[in-house]
């Protein structure tokens, strides 16, 4: 079955404690992406990764990192957790289907990973 | 920049009721729009989509036309029933390199009762 894989699903970590999510995907698509969503504000983009050792900031990257040493894995990394950065979290990968003016991308999102920093 | 505006929720309806759920966008040129569903406890999963303009997309009886006169995307669906309940996202792509980014609106839960 075509997925993708958060885990942990739930996480309640102290402030400046490290932690990493994981995420994995079977599907073998280039593009992987971290989001965060948040009541009013949708999901909002943290991190990119277009293919294997390349990463890019997204919209919100202050306090994350992320590596993508494979192509089905990309884990996203809080060095320092604080407060602020309780939220869902949501993997997806994308692919692009179609071709010419009828051509798009659909992405597949994982279950998300329920994180509290207290 | 791309932005996603949709109408403030919650929504509760019930049964067979008439749902409309509005999107409207900012973007340079035209392009793909989508709703995404996410039901409770999941991730989000696409629903429908329009890759052009007028193209109307649909899917599981949910509707939404792509109009660029208005730029609009609303969601319409005739007789929802309880296991429509969930938050919808209007989305649309960032394009070019970045192609797999998505801007979503704030997202609408919609509550279905018997």
């Known amino acids: 079955e075509a997925q993708v894989t958060q885990n942990p699903r739930y996480l309640i970590t102290v402030t400046g404690k490290k932690l990493t999510v994981t995420c994995s995907q079977n599907?073998?698509?280039?593009?992987m992406s971290w989001y965060r969503q948040d009541p009013g504000l949708g999901l909002r983009q943290i991190y990119y990764?277009?293919?294997?050792?390349?990463?890019d900031k997204g919209d919100v990257p202050e306090g994350y990192k992320v590596s993508r040493k494979e192509k089905r894995n990309f884990p996203l990394i809080l060095e320092s957790p604080s407060p602020n950065q309780t939220s869902l979290y949501f993997c997806a990968s994308s692919l692009r289907v179609g071709k010419g003016p009828d051509r798009y991308t659909e992405a597949f999102f994982g279950q998300g990973t329920r994180l509290t920093v207290v | 920049g791309d932005s996603v505006t949709q109408m403030e929720g919650p929504v509760t309806l019930s049964e067979e009721a008439f749902l409309t759920i509005n999107c409207t966008y900012t973007?340079?040129?035209?392009?793909?729009l989508f709703w995404y569903v996410q039901y409770p406890g999941e991730g989000l999963q696409l629903l429908l989509k329009?890759?052009?303009?007028?193209d109307k997309g649909s899917n599981k009886g949910f509707e939404a036309t792509y109009r660029k006169e208005t730029t609009s995307f609303h969601l319409e669906k005739g007789s929802v029933q309880v296991s429509d309940s969930a938050v919808y996202f209007c989305?649309?792509?960032?394009?070019?390199?970045?192609?797999?980014?998505?801007?979503f609106g704030q997202g609408t839960i919609l509550t279905v009762h018997p």
């Open positions: 973007a340079t040129g035209y392009p793909s």
């Open positions: 990764s277009m293919n294997v050792e390349v990463t």
């Open positions: 599907m073998n698509h280039e593009y």
């Open positions: 329009a890759t052009k303009a007028d």
């Open positions: 989305a649309l792509p960032a394009g070019g390199t970045s192609y797999g980014k998505l801007t």
